[in-house]
């Protein structure tokens, strides 16, 4: 593979998706940016490598992933600005620098994203050669730079970022006049977990645990993910069948999403009635995954060289009668949903992101689908199970309320079949394979499909003489794209409207907040 116009050295990774690793010059970064973007391609994800000593960036093209490594040499600390190529690097880049002092050349946005005042701003926690926690009892909290909208009539609503409900911690700043939105600017990192520099205080092969607990509802996809790039370094291959049962865990963990996320939707339009039928079927839907994966979200099934668990035949034939029963009442229910005018009155032209929009600022998965964007690993890089399952990609261009909504019900519909064709052709095999790490330093990289978009994995391992040490593990959260686009949205909507706009996105405030 080669990047058009660049004479770059990619090294294939052995991964099962076409992932390439190369280094690159501070001239090759900022050139291989602009080529991506002008080939049709997306910033995957932006992060600061092992002990700070570089700077990375993935990139999504059509022939699959590419991961660039620029070297940062004696006291440089800086690398070229992607913002004015990708809008979406913004946060990524302030993240970098607040966690491992890598600065961005020319970048405007300075202000703290994940450091609300626990930690000095000359501390970086990715760089400390400490292996206890370090706390600064003298820290103060820090005081957040808003943007400021003035004119005529014009006041600010502050939401957050303790809620009324049980989500997770984020201050929303509302720019207003009367209910509509002027602007809207978010606030977020309260929940900082310290996650990142915990994974380099884990042996390899117990790690997929803690980033299995990344983000609960996709506790299947974000172990994957890591799995997929242990095994990528130590040059693992998983049974067909163990492949199968991720795949089946992983359509399981997107139908009850959707399945929440739809009943909620209804209940922010005041239809209490979706919300109550499809709390059942996501509430029966867990249950059953409890009986047969021992977990309701079925946490630390997915481990290194393949599952934890198998099924049985008898679970297989319940697993497929469910399917049947929920498609039937998903497809009545979506017949309810579209011909109840006051749903179709809240949900349409609602919190529209335009294609081209949706374009320019990188959303991605299932929200980039509802806008046109027609992206979808287990469509564009199947590997097994999905090269021989065909799925079929949910897709709508008109970028509301609506139109996220018609893509769940697609969603649903469409990983239930997945789901009966998996248990129908389930093969034979071992549920897993011994891990053998190399002797010498490696890496290795995961992507993966989950419910919200894809969830990229990096891994760098140092050798045996350093027994097997992880030295740098960067997770990646679609809501890293996808955050910013909500800002966006809300525009020109109703402040009442905000709960359903939010809804229909439902970004993870965990996935980010490392």
Known sequence: MTIPGLTIDLQRLLAPVPIWHASVTAADWRAAALAVRDGGGRLIALWGGAEGAAVCAAYGVADGLVWLELPLTG?????????????????????????????????????????????????????SESETVQTFPDAVLLDYPFVR???????????????????????FRFSVVGEKVLRLEQRLGYTHKGIELRMTQLPPLQAHRLAGRVSGDSTVAYAWAYCMALETAGECAISERAASLRALMLERERVANHLGDLGALGND?????????????????????????????MMDCVVPGGVACDIDASLK??????????????QALHAVYDAHSGLQDR????????????????????????????????????????????????????????????????????????????????????????????????????????????????????????????????????????????????????????????????????????
């Open 269 to 297: 339009a005041a239809f209490a009635f979706g919300l109550a039928q499809f709390s059942r079927l996501r509430e029966d839907w867990l249950r059953l995954s409890k009986e047969a994966f021992g977990h309701r979200l």
């Open 347 to 514: 949900f349409l032209t609602t919190g529209r992101v335009t294609p081209a929009l949706a374009a320019q600022l990188g959303l991605t998965g299932m929200a980039g689908r509802a806008s046109g964007q027609a992206w979808d690993l287990r469509c564009d890089h199947p590997f097994a199970p999905y090269e021989y399952l065909q799925v079929k990609m949910a897709t709508h261009r008109n970028g509301d309320v609506a139109a996220r909504v018609a893509v769940r019900f697609d969603e649903v519909i469409e990983s239930l079949r997945l789901i009966r064709q998996i248990l129908s052709a389930l093969p034979l095999g071992a549920l897993r394979q011994e891990v053998c790490l190399p002797d010498h330093a490696s890496r290795g990289a995961g992507w993966v499909e989950g419910w919200r978009g894809e969830i990229f994995v990096s891994l760098e391992l140092a050798g045996a003489a350093s027994q097997h040490r992880i030295r740098r593990c960067h997770l990646h959260d679609p809501s890293w794209q996808n955050w910013p686009v909500l800002e966006h949205a809300i525009m020109g909507n109703i402040v009442p409207d905000f709960p359903l706009i939010n809804k229909s996105f439902n970004l993870s405030y965990s996935g980010q907040d490392l």
């Open 317 to 330: 034939d319940r697993m497929a009668q469910q399917c049947d029963d929920i498609a039937h009442e998903v």
């Open 75 to 127: 006291e440089q600390r800086s690398y070229p600005d992607l913002v004015p190529y990708y809008p979406v690097a913004t946060r990524m880049q302030r993240a970098v620098f607040e966690l491992s002092g890598i600065q961005a050349d020319d970048a405007k946005d300075h202000r703290p994203w994940l450091n609300h005042g626990a930690w000095p701003a000359d501390y970086f926690p990715l760089r």
């Open 149 to 171: 909208v003035e004119g005529d009539g014009v006041h600010e609503i502050a939401v957050g970022p303790v809620h009324a409900g049980v989500i997770e911690p984020g201050h």
